[in-house]
């Protein structure tokens, strides 16, 4: 357990250098302070800039100033399964923030978590990540209550529950040119004070929707997909 721990750049753990294996872990309270724009404090528990095993990580009321209050990722291939991110707040990315290369995410939790962007999990501009059985429940942020996405997102078996946005993207805010790919999701009771109280997607990519249930989000205009392009929907409830 990682608990109370507080840093200008990271709260409690920076992985460099050679794979490490990071597995039943908790990190609880801890912070990274730096506010400045050209520092801003990230990972506020755990902070991965190279290769690692991990599994069974819990985060829980952690801050970061910058990017990821609970995990920040700043690049590789990863792989994570089994972590919960609960109660954290980062500027963006208030759960976990994927800074570059790819994510798989699985059999994870996000509930309680606020940010600016992204109030569970926010992606950079050079992120894709693919997410399976996994939950964003009552998150908040400016845009994107579950998820602000930079570059390309594949969502299967995943639920958004209760999440809301002030502006763009009650569950799902989109603003790059990547695609975003939901199958077999559920969209349910978010909200966005703007536009898009399920999904937002304000460039060029093209939202799939398919298998999916998109039901009782709520907005300003009244529409539960905002979409610069037309979504291609298949064998789903809107």
Aim: charge should be neutral; proline fraction near 1%.
């Amino acid at each position: 357990i990682f608990s109370g721990n507080t840093a200008e750049r990271v709260g409690a753990i920076y992985h460099t250098g050679i794979s490490a294996t990071l597995r039943n872990l908790t990190f609880t309270g801890n912070s990274a302070l730096t506010a400045s724009l050209n520092v801003r404090g990230s990972g506020g528990g755990l902070y991965v800039a190279t290769l690692a095993d991990m599994g069974s990580l819990r985060f829980q009321g952690n801050f970061a100033a910058g990017f990821g209050g609970g995990m920040y990722i700043a690049s590789g291939n990863q792989a994570l399964s089994n972590a919960t991110f609960d109660a954290n707040y980062g500027f963006a990315g208030g759960g976990l923030r994927v800074n570059a290369g790819a994510l798989t995410l699985t059999d994870s939790t996000f509930t309680g978590n606020s940010a600016d962007a992204g109030g569970g999990m926010e992606t950079g501009y050079a992120a894709t990540a693919t997410l399976g059985r996994v939950s964003f429940l009552a998150n908040t942020a400016y845009n994107g209550g579950g998820v602000s996405a930079g570059f390309e997102m594949t969502y299967t078996n995943v639920i958004f529950a209760a999440n809301a946005s002030q502006q763009y993207g009650g569950a799902i805010f989109n603003g790059s040119n990547g695609a975003t790919q939901l199958t077999n999701v559920t969209v349910a009771g978010n909200s966005a004070g703007y536009k898009g109280g399920a999904i937002a997607n304000l460039t060029g990519g093209v939202p799939s929707i398919r298998n999916s249930i998109l039901y009782g989000n709520v907005t300003g205009d009244g529409l539960q997909i905002y979409s610069y392009l037309a979504p291609v929907v298949n064998d789903s409830l809107i």
